[in-house]
Structures are given as C-alpha cells and as structure tokens.
C-alpha cells in the first residue's frame, strides 16, 4: 500500500513512524516532512520513508502528487488542510484519505460553530456566549464579573485565546480581537467563556461517522516555562496515560461528551470521520469540553502512538469506511513521557540551524524514540529548523520510570540555546518526586 502523510512536525513523524510497521506500508511519502521522518524504514521491505517538499497547505499539488506516486491512502495530520478541505477535493477525485472533511473541521476552526454545537446537544461546557458586536461582548464579560476567557472564532495558531481576571482586562482583550483583529479575519466573532478552574485533560477518539474510540488521557504542558509559567506554545510536553480518571469516569465522560458529539454529527449533517480531541477542563461541577480539534494533536499523538499496539493503518482505514465497531483500541500498560525539546526564544524568536549532537546516543536507549518536529539536514549535518525540535519520548513501567527515561534520554542531546521543561508530568507525581 502507498501512503501519503501530510505535515511536517513531531505528530507527523509519530504518525509516520506506527504506519511504518504495519505489514500493510510498502511505501509511505511525507509532504513535506522532516529529517527525521526521511531517516523511518518500513517494517514490510527495509525501504526508506521518502519526503516530497510539498506544503501540506497546497492541495492541487498534494492531489497531483498522491495521482502521480498512486497513493492507496492519505493521511493529514494539521488543521489547516483540513480547513481548506482538503478531504473534500481528494474525495471528488475519487482519491482515500484519513481526516475529517471541511464541514467536520469546523469543530476546530470555528469556536462559535463548536460552542453552539455544545450548547444545542447538551455536550457539557463553559457558560458562554458566542458574539459579532463588541458592545454585547463587553457586556456579557461584564455578566460573568470580567473574569472570563476571550476566544477568536477562528484558527489564530493557538494564539487567540485571551485569559481575564477582571472587566478592564476583558475589554481589552476584546477591542484587541474584535476591534483590533490582532488575529485578523478570525476575530469577526467571539467567543466569552466563564472562566474554569480545574486540572486540564486532553482527550482523543478516533471517529468513522457513527462510533467513536475514545483513547486513553493525556496531558499537554502548553506553558513555556516551568510550574505553567510563560507564553503559551504549540505544547512542550505530555504524558499518557494521566491518573485524573478513572477507567469508570472516562466511561463517563465518553457517555457525555462523544454519545451527544456523535448524535448531534448526524443530526447535523455532519459525517465525522477522523479524529475528535476536545480539550477538558476537570471542575468540581465534572468535566467541561473547552475547546474542540479536530486532528491529533502534538505532541499527545508521540505519546499515544508509542502506546497504541493497533495497527494503525488498519484503524485509520477502518475510520474512512465506517468500520470501527469492529476493532478493538489496544494499548500498551506502559506510561509514556514525551519532552519537547525546543529553540531558545521559542515561542517568541529563535535562531535555526543549529548543530544537533547526541541523537544516536539517545535513540539507542531501551524503550526511547526521538520524535523530529524542526530538523533539517544541512552540509550532512543534522540540524535545528523551527520552534519545537524535537519530542523526546520514552515508555516506563510507572510514570516516574518513564519520565526518568524522557529526562535521560534528553541529557544526551544538544543544540546551542536548547530549551526544555524540566517538570513534564509532575503534576501527576507527589511533590517529593
Ligand atoms: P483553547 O484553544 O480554547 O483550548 O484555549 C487554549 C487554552 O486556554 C486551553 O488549553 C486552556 O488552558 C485555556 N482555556 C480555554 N478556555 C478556558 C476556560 N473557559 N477556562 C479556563 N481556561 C481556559
Ligand atoms: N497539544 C495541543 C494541540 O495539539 O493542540
């Protein structure tokens, strides 16, 4: 089988990685990749994964060459293809892809489309109003007593979402989306979340239009510093699975969130095939959906990918035909830990091409796998390209074997101005740890 993967970042390369032991892989490409991901062999014939330096935002072009390589099956990993449609143009070509379709990926791309879908099915979260006038959303702030959370509809690269404490801080934020367009045409609209307290989650089901397989928890870091602390980035770190839930509340949880999400799809319309990961908030009240995405995210998929004993071309196959019900989700009882390993500046400005060292040593340690995000190779050398670099990633037998592992592992490599959270996990662990 020919498969495509689109993207280039550490969810890419995980991506490209599982699919790569499945018997079923003969020969994968990646559009456009990274060092890392053009360095993965097929498990079936020893082959070399081969990158095509294609943006995953060009469609004619990805659907030119998915003609020309005969891909069998592709496979998006970013939201913004997904948003362009993509699934949509290669499905009127007659051509097999993985992801949700233009109107499915507006879970993502459109919070006000999200909170309203949540509000009609009964799919619990945030008190919130959803707004195109900055006056009625100054006021509404001033209903939830100014502390409240600011959303730009649209996609805004994780950026625009604007936390407040009080009125003054409310109405800021909103004059600098709605008023401002610091996010640009994504600010037409808003969204005004009360503000929730509570210990955060990120949840994951794999989707086929009618059942959803729910994963098991994972927790990002999306904080750049230690103890939360920072800008908030694209993620620096997670772990799986968390001890938040329990296997009976995560039945629970499925129960109210994917049973509803699933009805409300086909009520709407919606064929919703592809990956759902809402963002959870865990308040006293229960678990409230923050946020939806509508594709894996990064780096939660490094950590379930490690874990997931499935083959994974058979799932995602499954998922476009309407076959899940079939299958059976397995994963390892193993704990995985994954550290992002970042550029100095990270998220704000950073130098690229910097030397990395020590990747052979790191990949070689048991149960280890470094995950690319901004690698390239450059005079032979491997060496730094983006933000996030690399996602350490390491399976333990508890969470403090595998975080030990993640953080050893790490020791190993180096890049002039490298940049890591040194406390990924610890808020599951007690203090002492
Ligand atoms: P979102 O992109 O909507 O998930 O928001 C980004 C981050 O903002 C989330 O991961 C949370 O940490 C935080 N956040 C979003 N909505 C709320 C809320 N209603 N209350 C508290 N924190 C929130
Ligand atoms: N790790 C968060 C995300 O992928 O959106």
Same mark, same amino acid.
């Given at each position: 089988?020919?498969?495509?993967?689109?993207? $280039?970042?550490?969810?890419?390369?995980a991506?490209?990685?599982k699919?790569?032991?499945? #018997?079923?892989?003969t020969? !994968?490409?990646?559009?456009?990749?990274?060092?890392?991901?053009?360095?993965?062999?097929?498990?079936?014939?020893?082959?070399?994964?081969?990158?095509?330096p294609i943006s995953?935002?060009?469609?004619?072009?990805?659907?030119?060459?998915?003609?020309?390589k005969?891909?069998?099956?592709?496979?998006?990993?970013?939201?913004?293809?997904?948003a362009?449609?993509?699934?949509?143009?290669?499905?009127?070509?007659?051509?097999? !892809?993985?992801?949700?379709?233009q109107?499915?990926?507006?879970?993502? $791309?459109?919070?006000?489309?999200?909170?309203? @879908?949540?509000e009609?099915?009964?799919?619990?979260t945030?008190?919130?109003?959803? @707004?195109?006038?900055?006056?009625?959303?100054?006021?509404?702030?001033?209903?939830?007593?100014?502390?409240?959370?600011?959303?730009?509809?649209?996609?805004?690269?994780?950026?625009?979402?604007?936390?407040?404490?009080?009125?003054?801080?409310?109405?800021?934020?909103?004059?600098?989306?709605?008023?401002?367009?610091? @996010?640009?045409?994504?600010?037409?609209?808003?969204?005004?979340?009360?503000?929730?307290?509570?210990?955060?989650?990120?949840?994951?089901?794999?989707?086929d239009?009618?059942?959803?397989?729910?994963? #098991?928890? $994972?927790?990002?870091?999306?904080?750049?510093?230690?103890?939360?602390?920072?800008?908030?980035?694209?993620?620096m770190?997670?772990?799986s699975?968390?001890? @938040?839930?329990?296997?009976?509340?995560?039945?629970?949880?499925?129960?109210?969130?994917?049973?509803?999400?699933m009805?409300?799809?086909?009520?709407?319309?919606?064929?919703?095939?592809g990956?759902?990961? #809402?963002?959870?908030?865990l308040?006293?009240?229960?678990?409230?959906?923050?946020?939806?995405?509508?594709?894996?995210?990064?780096?939660?998929?490094?950590?379930?990918?490690t874990?997931?004993?499935?083959?994974?071309?058979?799932?995602?196959?499954? $998922?476009?035909?309407?076959?899940?019900g079939?299958?059976?989700?397995?994963?390892? #009882?193993?704990?995985?830990?994954?550290?992002?390993?970042?550029?100095?500046?990270?998220?704000?400005?950073?130098?690229?091409?910097?030397?990395?060292?020590?990747?052979?040593?790191?990949?070689?340690?048991?149960?280890?796998?470094?995950?690319?995000?901004?690698?390239?190779?450059?005079?032979?050398?491997?060496?730094?390209?983006?933000?996030?670099?690399?996602?350490?990633?390491?399976?333990?037998n508890?969470?403090?074997?595998?975080q030990?592992?993640?953080?050893?592992?790490?020791?190993?490599?180096?890049?002039?101005?490298?940049?890591?959270?040194?406390?990924?996990?610890?808020?599951?662990?007690?203090?002492?740890?």
């Amino acid at each position: 089988m020919n498969i495509l993967v689109i993207g $280039s970042g550490g969810r890419e390369h995980a991506l490209v990685w599982k699919l790569a032991q499945s #018997p079923q892989a003969t020969r !994968i490409w990646c559009a456009p990749g990274n060092a890392g991901i053009a360095a993965e062999r097929l498990a079936a014939n020893g082959a070399l994964v081969e990158c095509a330096p294609i943006s995953a935002e060009d469609l004619p072009a990805l659907l030119a060459f998915a003609a020309a390589k005969a891909i069998d099956l592709t496979v998006v990993g970013p939201d913004n293809p997904l948003a362009l449609g993509i699934v949509d143009l290669f499905q009127t070509h007659g051509r097999r !892809i993985w992801g949700v379709n233009q109107k499915a990926a507006q879970f993502e $791309s459109s919070k006000v489309f999200s909170q309203n @879908f949540m509000e009609k099915h009964g799919i619990p979260t945030a008190a919130a109003g959803t @707004f195109d006038d900055p006056v009625a959303a100054k006021r509404f702030a001033a209903k939830l007593g100014g502390r409240c959370v600011v959303k730009a509809d649209g996609l805004a690269l994780g950026k625009g979402v604007l936390m407040c404490e009080n009125q003054a801080e409310a109405e800021r934020a909103v004059d600098e989306i709605m008023v401002g367009r610091a @996010f640009g045409a994504a600010g037409a609209r808003t969204v005004i979340q009360e503000y929730l307290a509570g210990m955060e989650v990120s949840l994951h089901a794999l989707c086929d239009g009618h059942t959803a397989k729910l994963f #098991p928890t $994972s927790q990002d870091h999306k904080r750049a510093l230690d103890g939360d602390l920072g800008l908030n980035t694209g993620g620096m770190g997670t772990y799986s699975p968390t001890p @938040f839930l329990t296997d009976a509340e995560l039945a629970e949880v499925s129960r109210q969130i994917l049973e509803p999400f699933m009805h409300g799809c086909v009520a709407e319309g919606i064929d919703y095939r592809g990956i759902l990961f #809402p963002g959870v908030m865990l308040t006293k009240a229960g678990p409230k959906v923050l946020e939806f995405n509508s594709r894996f995210g990064d780096p939660e998929t490094q950590v379930y990918l490690t874990r997931l004993e499935n083959d994974l071309v058979e799932l995602l196959e499954a $998922s476009v035909s309407g076959t899940l019900g079939n299958l059976e989700l397995k994963w390892r #009882p193993q704990t995985a830990v994954c550290v992002v390993l970042a550029s100095g500046g990270y998220p704000g400005n950073y130098a690229k091409g910097k030397v990395i060292t020590g990747l052979a040593a790191a990949d070689a340690l048991p149960d280890t796998k470094v995950f690319h995000a901004g690698t390239t190779l450059q005079d032979g050398q491997m060496v730094t390209n983006g933000g996030r670099v690399l996602g350490v990633t390491a399976l333990g037998n508890d969470l403090l074997a595998a975080q030990s592992a993640a953080y050893a592992a790490v020791e190993k490599i180096h890049f002039e101005g490298a940049q890591f959270r040194r406390d990924i996990a610890a808020k599951a662990l007690p203090p002492q740890a």
